[in-house]
């Protein structure tokens, strides 16, 4: 039987590093490693997991040519999964009680639901994720390329 590939669940915040201003160090390695991470993504070795969430999030940016270019990378490379929309809104939910913002907690639903690697560049969001406690790998996009090996 074949070997499933690992799956990872960028934020839009992660999606979008490689757009962003690149003069500090910080966003220039974290777009690096973003850059790393699709690498194998296309290569077949990665799945990108894309969810309702990304959709919503990123129907509402404003930038007519920053939304287009996010909506044809996930047309092009991410993998929509059939995600039981009932229990990933519960999850939601609890995270939300739990102190997560409703955008962060519907990513992290379905993340979740996906057992997918949970990638993103918000700090804050990562504090939340180790004061809650979750299921799935979560970090950086240069600790996930560390923890995988990736070159």
Known sequence: MPKSRPCVYLDVCALCRPYDDQSQIRIRLETDAIQLILSHVRSGEL???????HDVEINAIVDVT??????????????????????????????????????????????????AAFITCDDRLLRQCRRIGLDVWFGTPEAFCDEENLR
């Open 47 to 53: 799945l990108l997991v894309i969810s309702p969430a």
């Open 66 to 115: 920053g939304r287009q270019r996010l909506v044809s990378l996930l047309r092009q490379i991410g993998s929509r999964l059939t995600f039981d929309l009932r229990q990933a809104r519960d999850r939601a939910e609890q995270l939300v009680r739990r102190g997560l913002g409703l955008a962060d907690a519907a990513h992290l639903a379905f993340a979740l639901e996906a057992k």
